[in-house]
């Protein structure tokens, strides 16, 4: 009887390695599949660049596979562990370690320029509240103050009709300033350049994107500030998203998937038509600063890390999500930095004005 019941035990230890080797499998694929979005263009097929937002929950999968094989003592074990290997590139675009989000001093470097990003929302918080806008501007003065930028690139800026924030910020020192639109008063508002350096030439690219050619100790050089096309989520599309995070399968109408392939493909046609040419035209050392609404695996990511470097993955600390909104978390809000600048520090700041974090970076102009 003894026997017979290890036997039994055997074979059903058989058959579980059997099913954990399918599902290994599967996992497998599933990681290099969410790899490729980055390479193929949204024109020829959108689906490499939804599959792209699987990666990294098919990196934990295939670490935990790892691990359950190594528990096992089996061989198997290789196969993810070879799998990620092959996809390891990746992983520094999500997490950094050894950067340093300390701003250097500025007597040793004297052509450096603190840049800020933010995806404002209209100030209405990280749960989207009208009510609360003008306690937020009031903290977001409060902020600027503290961190002390040179220039600040803000999206979907608008100032509230109590808090005077332009005229806060000019008190400041941000006696330059222009906006994607501007308002019947004359202020700006949308995607908004501030900066305390002149603004020598400023280009409305479109109506989210701006180009301004500044003046430091003598020398030029180029911001371009964008807001990439958003996905436009309603309440119902969030809900969604967030139902299926928790493998809530069984509802949707495929609505929030329409939107989030739409806006892949729009933002193909924003990189092609706008703003490559703009970075290839460029004969003076550049920063494009924005809200991306992509994620770094994307394939609007990948074409701009071709010609230009990301500040994060040169100084940044840990996993830096810049979205606070709610699933899924994910770093998109950026800093880039062409040829004739070098990263000193990066910083992202948790606050509860927008539904996006800030970025903060310092660069400095080399020879």
């Known amino acids: 009887m003894r026997k017979k019941y290890y036997l039994c035990i055997f074979d059903d230890m058989k058959i579980v390695r059997k099913i954990l080797l399918v599902i290994n499998l599967i996992l497998i694929v599933g990681l290099l599949l969410t790899t490729i979005g980055g390479h193929v263009a949204p024109s020829v097929t959108v689906l490499p660049g939804l599959l792209a937002y699987g990666y990294l929950p098919m990196l934990g999968l295939n670490v935990l596979m790892a691990v359950i094989w190594m528990l096992m003592g089996r061989w198997q074990c290789l196969l993810s562990v070879a799998a990620i290997a092959a996809r390891y590139m990746l992983i520094p675009l999500f997490f950094q370690i050894g950067g340093t989000s300390k701003i250097p001093s500025a007597d040793e470097h004297p052509a450096m320029v603190k840049v800020m990003s933010y995806n404002v929302r ?14 937020n501007a009031i903290d977001f003065i409060g902020m600027v103050r503290q961190y002390n930028p040179d220039v600040l690139c803000l999206q979907e800026y ?9 005229d806060s910020l000019v008190l400041m020192g941000y006696n330059h300033y222009y906006g994607s639109h501007t308002a019947k008063t004359g202020l700006p508002y949308g995607t908004v350049i501030f900066s305390r350096m002149p603004i020598t030439y400023v280009n409305r690219i479109d109506g989210e994107k701006l180009l301004a050619e500044m003046m430091l100790d ?6 371009c500030a964008i807001h990439m096309d958003s996905y436009r989520f309603d309440a119902a599309d969030l809900d969604e ?15 929030t998937l329409d939107k989030v392939k739409e806006t892949i493909l729009c933002h193909e046609e924003e990189w092609n038509e706008r703003i490559k040419p703009v970075v290839e035209a460029s004969t003076m050392p550049m920063l494009l600063a924005g809200d991306l609404n992509d994620i770094p695996n994307s394939w609007l990511y990948t074409q701009i890390a071709k010609q230009m470097k990301d500040c994060f993955c040169e100084k940044g600390m840990g996993y830096s999500n810049t979205y606070n909104g709610g699933f899924p978390r994910f770093r998109i809000d950026m800093v ?14 948790k606050t509860e004005i927008s539904d996006h974090y800030p970025v903060l970076t310092s660069l400095e102009l080399v020879p």
Do not use: C, N
Request: cysteine-free; glycine content about 10%.
């Open 336 to 349: 880039f930095h062409s040829e004739g600048w070098q990263t000193l520090s990066y910083r992202r700041i």
């Open 158 to 166: 608008a100032a509230p009709k109590t808090v005077r924030i332009t």
């Open 218 to 223: 003598g020398r030029r050089f180029r911001i």
């Open 241 to 255: 998203i967030e139902r299926v995070s928790h493998g809530d399968m069984s509802r949707g109408d495929g609505h």
């Open 122 to 135: 209209l100030f209405r918080g990280a749960q989207q509240q009208p009510t609360s806008t003008d306690s």
